[in-house]
């Protein structure tokens, strides 16, 4: 591959009445013995010049769906041919067929000159590393995965306005490459791209049969991929001054990103659409100069790392979402490169996302990089193993495998989210990582207490899962105990209490010496309930996570406001304000002089509280923090887009 790069794309389809057939003109010849911005040289080297074509066929043949628009589908498959055609090829020339192996296909990105464009091209990288992946499984038992894990089908429609005609084609896409210039989030750079299109005045849409029309041209989803990459048009040459330009703009990208609403009528839409972010891809610098590094999220496990050549060191979801700069204490502080990932914000440089979609996590990984490195137990040692290929062979399968996510004190402590924890019915949080397992569906529940006791380094009887349910407000509480059974089955519980992503989260209650005697019954005592509570400190501007308690129905609120102060750690008769956590958009006032049973709490609702505001203006809150518990959450949801 040259280290001197122009890049120009173009479809065709031969079966359109449109007069459409690709470049008017590729680059201007005066440009060719011109040094490119950010490269050492021309294109045209001792005149010499290389040009490839990367050429996919497809055949096809028109149909027309309920709307009466036309629809091309891909009904025989599809042939792949790739040419390299030179002019006065040189003696290094590499044969287009030619094909080495991986360690020699990435070094083939560098010529005879030992140079890589200075600033890379990721998205056309990134494709040539799959072509030639997926060369290489040709006549295997993996043939076609790339596809599998990388390919969609999106649907260009154009509509006319003022006459009764519309086209619509069908095309395969493996990557998104979305503008930043006008939008601040990644969520809202893939609506602009499905945004409608209005072709007039000077860009009129040319019809055989009528002429140039005003018309509307929109691109759907027919089929999103398991495995999502969306490249941020960071790097782009200005028309008047003809230079390559670095936009710095800040565009914030989530853990989570949901593209339901961008699919066509026809879409497949069994399984659920969130996506999950597990890898980043960043430069720090100009366009002459800079750093590249990524972080990745290796992985089911929220567990993410920082990679620059040999420099390797973990990273928590904060940094990795550009909220915090702090690292681990075991990270080799002295490396210059840290210094630099620290002092670079990843909203402001990154260029490339990798999503995986949530419903597909087990089998975009594979049953043998999921499970969980500790001995298992036999009943789930002696499933049998599948392979990531396998698993892909019918997408829309049952997962063999599914993550049970387990929720303790000790993340709920210092969650600064809603609910007890992220999860997907939310989206866009962050939080400590969870404890996490990965299990067949068929482990039933006395198993999964016995692989739960060892990850957790437990005796199993001091402890006891709750089921955590979806409400139907999309948050996400404690329902019920779970009974350890050696019938029921993880399968029985996700089809009851699984989130959309087909994952399972479970409360993990610790048992301690003032536990109440239910503590071991199946359920809780006719009119009592367990609630959760957080405490707000404005000082701070967080927000803590003070366990569980259990309480009488009947009984007043007041009666609990002694414990609570304890477990604030404040004076036995501190005034304070309650407020319940019914959903980001709903944080209620709490009269303590109600009942629980009329304010209608019930088990695994969230009561938050904090020291009443004393309304003369010296209370100690630094500029930028919520005074209040109102404030804090409405704080949260703006921060999240929720």
């Known amino acids: 591959l040259p280290s001197i790069v122009a890049v120009e794309s173009t479809t065709q389809d031969f079966t359109a009445s449109e007069d459409e057939w690709g470049f008017e003109g590729f680059i201007e010849k005066a440009d060719l013995k011109k040094r490119l911005p950010g490269y050492s040289r021309a ?3 001792n005149d010499i010049l290389r040009v490839s074509v990367y050429l996919r066929v497809y055949h096809k043949q028109e149909a027309v769906d309920d709307d009466g628009d036309s629809n091309y589908e891909d009904v025989e498959g599809e042939e792949e041919e790739e040419a390299a055609v030179d002019q006065q090829i040189a ?80 095309e395969p896409f493996y990557d998104l490459s979305v503008n930043i210039d006008q939008v601040s989030t990644v969520q809202d750079a893939v609506d602009l791209y499905c945004t ?55 565009t914030k990208y989530s853990m989570h990103l949901n593209l339901a609403h961008l699919l066509t009528s026809n879409a497949e839409r069994e399984n659920s659409w969130p996506y999950s972010l597990y890898g980043v891809f960043l430069h720090s610098g100009d366009v002459n100069s800079g750093r590249y590094y990524s ?33 681990g204490d075991n990270v080799g502080r002295d490396d210059y490169r840290v210094f630099n990932h620290q002092g670079t914000s990843r909203f402001e440089n990154a260029y490339m996302l990798v999503y995986i979609r949530t419903s597909m996590l087990t089998q975009v990984f594979g049953f043998e990089s999921s499970l969980p490195r500790p001995a298992l137990p036999s009943a789930i040692s002696a499933v049998p193993q599948a392979t990531a290929s396998s698993s892909l062979v019918q997408p829309g399968s049952e997962p063999l495998i599914v993550p049970v996510y387990i929720v303790n004190d ?25 404890i996490s397992l990965y299990v067949p569906l068929m482990t039933t529940t006395a198993a999964l ?65 003032s536990d109440p005697v239910y503590f071991s019954w199946p359920s809780l005592p006719q009119g ?40 604030a750690k404040l004076r036995k008769k501190t005034d304070l304000v309650l407020y319940e956590e019914v959903k980001p958009s709903m944080i209620l006032d709490l009269s303590a002089y109600q009942s629980f049973e009329k304010a209608e709490l019930q088990t695994g609702d969230i009561i938050c509280f904090q020291v009443k505001p004393s309304g003369s203006g010296r209370d100690v809150v630094p500029r930028g923090n919520p005074q209040t518990i109102p404030a804090f959450f409405a704080h949260l949801a703006n921060s999240l887009g929720l």
């Open 43 to 45: 294109l045209l080297v």
């Open 91 to 170: 003696p290094h020339g590499r044969s287009p067929d030619g094909y080495l192996g991986l360690a020699d296909d990435v070094t083939a990105l560098k010529d005879e000159y030992g140079e890589t464009p200075q600033t890379a091209i990721i998205q056309h990288y990134t494709r040539l590393l799959c072509d030639s992946i997926d060369k290489r499984l040709k006549n295997t038992d993996d043939e076609g995965i790339v596809d599998a894990l990388f390919m969609g089908m999106c649907r260009t429609t154009t509509q006319c306005l003022n006459v009764n005609y519309s086209s619509s084609r069908s």
């Open 196 to 250: 409608p299109v209005s072709l007039k005045d000077g860009n009129q849409y040319r019809t055989e049969a009528h002429g140039y029309q005003d018309a509307v041209r929109k691109v759907l989803f027919e089929k999103l991929p398991p495995v999502l990459h969306i490249h941020l048009n960071r790097f782009e040459y200005e028309v008047g001054s003809g230079l390559l330009t670095k936009s710095s703009r800040r």
């Open 295 to 327: 972080l990745v999220r290796p992985r089911i496990a929220d567990e993410w790392f920082c990679y620059e050549d040999d420099l390797v060191y973990p990273v928590s979801p904060e940094f990795v979402l550009d909220e915090t700069d702090e690292i």
């Open 410 to 434: 000790n993340q709920t402590t210092y969650h600064q989210g809603f609910d007890l924890c992220n999860h997907p019915n939310i989206g866009g949080l962050t939080g400590n990582s969870l």
């Open 449 to 513: 207490r016995t692989l739960a006791a060892t990850e957790m380094v437990r005796q199993p009887d001091v402890f006891r899962f709750w089921c955590m349910t979806p409400r139907i407000n999309r948050t996400l509480r404690c329902e019920f105990p779970m009974a350890w059974s050696s019938t029921t089955t993880i399968k029985a519980l996700l089809r009851d209490h699984g989130t959309a992503s087909n994952t399972l989260y479970l409360y993990c209650e610790m048992r301690e010496a």
């Open 528 to 567: 009592v309930i367990m609630l959760h509570l957080k405490f707000y400190d404005p000082e701070k501007g967080k927000m803590v996570g003070l366990g569980h308690i259990y309480v009488n129905t009947k009984l007043s609120i007041q009666t609990i406001l002694p414990i609570l102060c304890q477990k």
